[in-house]
């Protein structure tokens, strides 16, 4: 089955959701949410990744067209991942169904 939207998760550390809003807007996401949260990963999990784990991170929350999903990932990928003081994932996942939201194509019946 073939989806039309699917949203993406972004995690990040504090302070970095604007980051990853401008990367994934240039890659063609038009809006996000963003949901504060506390990460709860162990000593063993830093040690394992090679990072330090800050426990209060945000969560951006995109709904994006499916057909930009890999490059807004990738845009992720490439200014806030791992690697970065962001240290971010993302992950995307199907939409099967959407409401209350607005195409710019889409045509009001009259």
């Known amino acids: 089955m073939e989806y ?3 949203v993406i998760f972004c995690i990040v550390n504090e302070g970095f959701s604007e980051s990853v809003m401008e990367a994934a807007s240039r890659a063609g996401a ?3 949410t963003v949901i504060r949260s506390r990460g709860t990963a162990n000593a063993q999990a830093e040690k394992l990744f ?3 784990v800050q426990p209060q991170k945000e969560i951006v929350m995109m709904l994006v067209e499916s057909r930009c999903r890999n490059d ?3 845009a992720l990928y ?3 991942g791992l690697e970065t003081p962001g240290q971010g ?3 995307s996942l199907p939409v ?3 409401v209350g939201v607005y195409k710019p194509n889409d045509q009001k019946e009259k």
């Open 30 to 32: 038009r809006g996000g």
């Open 89 to 91: 994932i993302a992950f």
């Open 78 to 80: 490439t200014s806030i």
């Open 4 to 6: 039309e939207n699917e």
């Open 96 to 98: 099967d169904a959407v």
């Open 50 to 52: 090679g990072i330090t």
């Open 72 to 74: 807004i990932l990738h």
